[in-house]
């Protein structure tokens, strides 16, 4: 890292999910590799977003830049922030942003600001292609990127997205690696967004193809009510979680279920607790999954309630050789001291001199 080694991440977030999660695994991670590190959020819509109270916890600044610059249009928010954080010799060396939206900000600051002694970095996490006002974003987005220092992607499906790939780089989500925990039960679940892309339908479907399993859903969104309506017997919802670390425990296999992914943070999660992973061939998560060893990926509903039911048959020996592998995995390719290193490379090599 440069002699300044005050990193920001910044982001635009009102609830937590994936981008939050990998955040705040982020910051962590780095504030246990010495870095100074501050998470800038654009925006509070309302109440302080949930991001902020779990960062707290850990001791972890936060700059809401809504409340510190009330009434500056939203674009010039960041310049603001970068300005006094110069006046008071604090300048980051490192801004590294997260989403579409502050992606895109980000990028108009370093334009409107004309810095060259900071690094612009930017990380893409979202597999699916989306619809409406928001495919325009997303399309901004990746076509602006050759305006940052360095691009990350967690999935090669999401780096071929990229133009000019061959200048970004592909680094893996990573999670704290967790105590392996006893999974002698057949509790089945959906962690996530109840959303069309996240396919919590195709849950249902498998659910009621195999009743002799319990499923759990463990989310919010806006297909809830239609979920409920069409939910066989053998399915419980739980709503959203404020935490999902004693969730994790009452899980012993998780699905993904979604129609697009780059590497979920729900996968990782469940792995570096020994939980296997059962999806689609979606994002990096065939590289994260092996057949039958720490997981399985299928290719179909029919394949996976297959599946399914030769793990509800299986014994608790092999059952936890799955779990132990899945552990194994995490903790050699995907854990927080393995990629945090590698992170701090890429800042390192990063081209902040670089002029527009």
């Not at 960041?78 to 579409?100: F, R």
């Not at 469940?270 to 979606?282: C, E, T």
């Not at 059952?319 to 590698?342: C, E, F, K, N, V």
Request: net charge neutral.
């Amino acid at each position: 890292m440069p002699i300044n080694n005050n990193v920001w991440l910044v982001l635009d977030s009102s609830q937590f999910g994936g981008i939050e999660t990998h955040v705040l695994e982020l910051a962590k991670g780095l504030k246990r590799h010495q870095q100074d590190v501050v998470v800038v959020i654009f925006d509070q819509y309302g109440t302080s977003p949930p991001l902020v109270e779990k960062l707290k916890q850990h001791q972890i600044t936060t700059l809401i830049l809504s409340i510190n610059y009330p009434g500056v249009p939203i674009w010039r928010r960041l310049h603001c922030a970068i300005q006094q954080a110069i006046a008071s010799s604090n300048t980051p060396a490192v801004i590294h942003s997260h989403g579409y939206k502050a992606n895109i900000l980000a990028r108009v600051t370093r334009v409107w600001g004309r810095y060259h002694n900071i690094a612009f970095v930017a990380s893409f996490h979202a597999g699916e292609t989306p619809s409406g006002k928001v495919r325009l974003y997303d399309w901004l987005d990746r076509y602006s990127s050759v305006y940052n220092h360095l691009r990350i992607a967690v999935s090669e499906a999401i780096l071929a997205k990229l133009p000019r790939r061959q200048d970004a780089a592909l680094v893996n989500n990573f999670v704290p690696l967790q105590p392996v925990q006893s999974h002698c039960q057949n509790r089945i679940a959906f962690v996530g967004r109840l959303s069309e892309e996240k396919g919590p339908d195709r849950f249902l479907e498998v659910a009621a193809s195999c009743p002799s399993g319990h499923f759990d859903i463990y989310g919010d969104g806006s297909m809830l009510a239609q979920l409920q309506d069409n939910a066989p017997s053998n399915v419980t919802f739980h709503g959203q979680q404020k935490t999902m670390d004693v969730v994790w425990e009452r899980i012993d296999l998780l699905l993904i279920t979604s129609r697009f992914e780059g590497l979920p943070m729900a996968a990782l999660e469940a792995m570096s607790r020994g939980i296997p992973v059962m999806s689609f061939p979606l994002g990096q998560l065939p590289a994260l999954i092996e057949t039958g060893k720490n997981g399985w990926i299928v290719e179909s509903n029919l394949e996976m309630v297959s599946a399914l039911n030769r793990w509800l048959d299986m014994p608790a020996e092999q059952r936890q050789r799955l779990s132990q592998a899945a552990h194994r995995q995490i903790q050699q390719h995907y854990s927080t001291d393995i990629i945090i290193p590698q992170l701090l490379d890429l800042y390192q090599h990063a081209s902040p001199e670089t002029s527009l």
